[in-house]
């Protein structure tokens, strides 16, 4: 369904599948990742043109490919710098380590890039504006908002008069003083932080480097990230009487903290702010059929740069399950498990923000010397060194709770890995003798591969989960092809990453949900619970949460 107007004789009236209220970057990646799956939006956005302010600045290689599934990739690699990373500096301004992936191009994308904000929201407003599935009404307020069985209607005000927006679901993308949350009185969890900071953006910037850099000096802490273009973004710690938060910075001020960096003129500074951070997250994400989403739902301090990402997760988890339930593969239950799924995953990362910022952000001289003699014992030992240099005290993305299905065979025997994000590498795919990344080859729905299982057996297991209408492909193991007709399309590893993925599957099937994380793996002959669940929904049948 599009969205589509009605004439009214009170104002304006449009219909569609979903309604999204915020036209940030978490909003309009959510319209996308809608209108990606067929459903027609609406996005209403009270301020008339996108954000000039370049709030976020980092985004990961996991909100890539949820661009790529939102048809965003080649918009937002034309914005964005390759980044390698964050290096952390001591009290005395030496480099003691630099956090950067794991397994680099894992999922298909540069792991973690500066760009700017208001650069991604152009580029986002624009794929909007020129898809025939999606209506953006900027300029547009949110007055008023009620939901009953059968669907939502928001009442909003634009210049041009009333404006009635009725749709299914609605999803609140509407920054930290959301009104979807106001209106459905939903309080938040957390606290706000006394310290102040300026952030400075400023342009025509020395700074080449493509990593963000961390100074964990007690006398002035401060974060320094070059972006494009010669932009780069100044972080300080302000002490009591430098500047009130909230109000603007002076211009001596911000020429003095940035004086050992460089030289600054006023028409350099793009933004200038000083503010508070808070770590809160929403009581509740979901009342009947309205959701919040990104800082409407969670809201967390700088310093592990996953403000955005964590929006565009919480987009990439939601959005496929309301494509689902309105196309009738899942039940409306299934949406209960978006808050299930997220929550842990953002109070954790919330918690560890916090926790960085404690860390390596202190004014307590002590406490800083004695941070860094750990760390410098810590990198000594090679478990140390990858501890911190492959960032794995960041919180695992990992469900153990919703449509997930971790339990064991039926024979006893633990089942590999469910609920975590399958990477994307790249596969060679006979049908059409191309070489392309895994996404690319099985499209944006569910996806049920084969590793090295009996040829014979696909039949019976496509038919089962006939109502889902998955992709199918055989993964060749080893150095040997299917020989039989009854197999499905063949992926072949080219350069051992598909290899690695799919290791602790082999011999086994593997369903995969639209967002690529594993919903569940089972020896042929032994299909699993909430795989039977799943191909029984469209009759109504409750849907069985792992946990």
Known sequence: ???????????????????????????MTAAALLAAHGLGVVVVERNATTSDAPKAISIDDEALRVYQAAGLAERAMRIILPGTGTKYFDADGE???????????????????????????????????EHPRTHVLMGTELTGLTQDEWGAELRCRSADGPVTVKAAYVLGCDGGRSKVREVLDIGMTGRSFQDVWLVADVLQDPHTERYGMHHGDPERPHVIVPGRDGRCRYEFYLYPG???????????????????FRPLAPEQIQRAVTYRFNAVVADRWRVGRCFLLGDAAHMMPPFAGQGLNSGIRDAANLCWKIADVLGGRLTDEALDTYETERRPHAEATVALSARLGRIVMTTDARYAARRDAYVRDLIATPEGRAYLEHMRYRPAHHYTDGLVDTGADADGADAAPAGVMIGQPRVFDVEHGRVRLLDE?????WVLLGVGVPEDGYAAVTAALAPLRPVVAHVAVGERLPSSPDAPRVLVDVDGGLETEMAPYRGRYVLLRPDRFVAASWAPDALPELAKALALNTAGDALPLAG
Do not use: I, W
Request: glycine share 10%; with cysteine.
């Open 441 to 445: 080859v099985t499209g944006n729905g």
């Open 1 to 27: 369904m599009r969205a589509h107007e009605l004439d009214d004789a009170a104002g304006v009236t449009l219909e569609a599948d979903v309604a999204v209220v915020g036209a940030g970057p978490v909003g």
């Open 95 to 129: 480099p003691v380590f630099q956090a950067r992936a794991e397994v680099p191009y894992r999922f298909g994308h540069p792991f973690k890039n500066p760009f700017a904000q208001p650069d991604l929201e152009r580029e986002l407003h624009a794929h909007l504006s």
């Open 242 to 260: 430098e500047c009130a938060a909230g109000d603007p910075p002076p211009f001596e001020l911000v020429r003095r903290l940035l004086e050992p």
